[in-house]
């Protein structure tokens, strides 16, 4: 593959398309001095339905002139703009230096929309009615394909309204995971937790956590077991947020409930992942935002 990044596919490309345009002149010029084969008559000796000849004459000058015109076109295009390969045109157009214009040109119209929001709290920004009409818009745009339109989530994807947070739910913490986004990695651990009949007992011992139904002499004989899991999400179950692990007390289930479920994380494991939001959202939008999603779970 290294190939295809040295100078020589730049050379091909930019010759490939010079050749091109040439090829399409060329042939123009060749095609107006052929002379077909005609009967005295000046037609090509084709007759449709009796009597309809097809006549031996040339193309209009003006409509000759169209294609010379398109050529002289494609240069002067190519010259001024990218398209020779990795020449960049004497006018320097990018498309990302246009989206970087536009982009710059938005946050200037909006600028003053957001500087009287510079110096208030998340607190305060969340009992705005202007505010949270556009912390709606910005949640709307980049947050409800995964959370959902009501924020209530989705199997995988935490409910934001709820108050139980993986990694924190201060105003500080939801800005840290909105700017550089989140992982959360568990590992398979069935193999670390013995046999069979010992992942199932954990399962049982995970739902005796948060008092769901559940096989009470199996679950005592998972608590041992649990040790393993207790790295993660404490001896107690509660979790940890700084590690971003669940809560396995409070019955709420990100990923599916019931025994089966349980069995599936502990033998699949599963990755989740949050992309972080601070490369297209600007200080400010992430200002609001956060006070949008702190005011979910916070309802006065």
């Not at 006549?55 to 010379?68: C, E, G, H, Q, T």
Request: aromatic fraction near 8%; hydrophobic fraction near 40%; charged fraction near 15%.
């Amino acid at each position: 593959m290294s190939d295809f990044v040295n100078g020589f596919w730049s050379m091909y490309v930019a010759g490939l398309v010079v050749v091109s345009i040439l090829a399409c002149l060329v042939l123009l010029v060749m095609s107006g001095k052929a002379k077909a084969m005609t009967a005295s008559d000046n037609t090509t000796g084709h007759v449709w339905d009796d009597d309809l000849r097809e006549m031996n004459n040339p193309l209009p000058r003006w409509w000759s002139y169209l294609f010379v015109l398109t050529v002289i076109f494609g240069f002067g295009y190519l010259a001024l703009y990218p398209g020779l390969g990795s020449y960049p045109g004497l006018l320097g157009w990018t498309s990302s230096g246009l989206h970087a214009a536009e982009i710059k040109q938005g946050e200037e119209q909006t600028a003053p929309v957001y500087a009287r929001f510079a110096n208030m709290t998340p607190q305060d920004i969340a009992k705005d009615p202007a505010a949270m009409a556009i912390g709606e818009r910005l949640y709307s745009n980049n947050c409800a394909q995964c959370h959902a339109s009501d924020a209530q989530g989705n199997k995988g994807f935490p409910n934001l309204t709820d108050g139980d947070w993986l990694h924190g739910g201060t105003p500080e913490k939801i800005t840290e995971t909105i700017q550089l986004g989140r992982v959360g990695n568990m590992p398979p651990m069935a193999a670390a937790l013995g046999t069979e009949d010992d992942v199932k007992n954990v399962a049982q011992y995970v739902l005796s956590l948060s008092g769901s139904p559940h096989d009470a002499a199996k679950a005592a004989l998972g608590k041992e077991k649990f040790a393993v899991c207790a790295a993660c999400h404490g001896e107690d179950g509660k979790g940890m947020q700084a590690l971003g692990s669940a809560n396995l007390t409070d019955n709420i289930w990100l990923h599916g409930f019931g025994e089966k479920a349980i069995i599936e994380r502990i033998n699949n494991g599963v990755v989740n992942v949050m992309p972080a939001q601070a490369y297209h959202l600007t200080e400010p939008q992430i200002k609001v935002l956060t006070s949008y999603i702190w005011g979910l779970s916070n309802k006065q």
